[in-house]
């Protein structure tokens, strides 16, 4: 503490309680731009969700069930911007699941003489 804040404690709690309530605020702010930012561009989110997890399922499904490869190997065939799109398999089923958090998922599913379909859209 410099000497004023030590003859004056209230003023250097004074300090802190103004700081601490201006990072509120920003972090309000902050939080409050990305939540207008989400509504406003529902719509294309959602629907590159859709398409990314579709692709991603498709051709990960014929990787794992018809090529033979594990998913994680599988794993690396995604686009680039695909990195938030997560597989999970289903080996009994013969199946893949890609989800975007929060937004959509899609699984296909491997049919003999077909190779892999994507299971239909809800919605």
Do not use: H
Not at 11 to 19: C, E, I, P, V, Y
Not at 49 to 75: H, I, N
Not at 81 to 109: C, I, Q, Y
């Amino acid at each position: 503490m410099t000497n004023s804040n030590r003859a004056n404690p209230n003023r250097a709690n004074a300090k802190r309680s103004l700081g601490s309530r201006l990072g509120a605020w920003l972090l309000l702010l902050v939080v409050g731009g990305i939540a207008a930012a989400a509504l406003v561009y529902r719509e294309p989110i959602e629907g590159y969700a859709q398409v990314g997890t579709s692709y991603a399922a498709r051709v990960a499904c014929s990787c794992r069930f018809v090529a033979g490869r594990s998913l994680e190997d599988c794993a690396k065939d995604k686009l680039a911007g695909m990195e938030l799109v997560t597989l999970v398999d289903d080996v009994e089923a013969k199946s893949v699941t890609a989800r975007f958090p929060l937004v959509t998922d899609n699984t296909a599913t491997y049919r003999e003489g077909y190779g892999c379909v994507l299971e239909p859209w809800e919605g």
